[in-house]
């Protein structure tokens, strides 16, 4: 009997590790880079899922993918009435493993942006927007990152416990919080702001001239610079005016 009890227990240990290495071999399974013709103009980028997305603003559009090949085969890529929706294809009746997969980063260029936004665990980065206005919106957990921003109308939203980080100017900026994600704005000067949290969220953003508070939950709102701060709060948050 302990001769059996050996035998299976060499067997157990040897089909384990036969999972791992599989499992293993499909964590680092071959890479692949490939182009992605999109026809017409595109100004607004929505990253749906898990993709990470790298957005570089100036110069002819162009889409251009690199990671795992199997995932980077069931990418989406398309032009919706200008706007560039980017996800995986999840396809009915198969079979596929996304956690023993690595990831996708995707690069995209063009001309101008006027909006981003996320649904889902991706992140974004985008280096610089210039332009009358600009939305950023994260739906899900996923991460915005805008390294310089100048417009006239900018707006940030978050729902869910995704986060926006924002640097720049705006002569308006509307800043808004549903859930536990937080925004990142204290290096965006803008001349007024519009701030609304409901939840757990915190937001810090740099105003010069106003900003119209309106707090309900537990967030907290932090507002920088000589602005004359206007609040209306219903919550156990705290509103910082002047840090």
């Known amino acids: 009997m302990r001769t059996i009890a050996l035998i299976s227990t060499v067997a157990l240990a040897a089909f384990a590790t036969a999972c791992h290495a599989v499992g293993n071999a499909e964590e680092t399974g071959p890479r692949a880079q490939r182009d992605f013709p999109v026809a017409g103009a595109f100004d607004k980028i929505a990253l749906e899922g898990s993709p990470d997305v790298v957005v570089t603003v100036g110069g002819a559009a162009a889409v251009h993918a690199e990671g795992d090949q199997e995932m980077i085969d069931r990418l989406e890529i398309v032009n919706e009435n200008g706007q560039l929706r980017i996800g ?22 063009l001309p101008a942006l006027a909006g981003a936004s996320i649904a889902g665990s991706g992140d974004m980065r985008i280096d610089r927007v210039q332009g009358p206005a600009f939305a950023g919106t994260v739906t899900g957990s996923g991460g915005m990152n805008v390294a310089s921003l100048t417009a006239d109308q900018a707006s940030f939203s978050v729902t869910g416990s995704g986060d926006i980080t924002a640097a720049g100017r705006a002569r308006q900026a509307n800043a808004s919080i549903t859930g536990s994600g937080d925004l990142h704005l204290t290096q965006l000067e803008a001349a007024n702001a519009t701030v609304a949290v409901a939840g757990s969220g915190d937001i810090g953003i740099r105003a010069t001239e106003t900003a119209a508070i309106e707090l309900r939950g537990s967030g907290d709102v932090t507002v920088a610079g000589p602005a004359r701060c206007t609040i209306n709060k219903s919550g156990s948050g705290d509103v910082h005016c002047g840090a």
């Open 88 to 109: 995986y294809r999840h396809d009915s009746g198969s079979w596929f493993s996304w956690s023993h997969h690595r990831g996708v980063t995707v690069h995209v260029t």
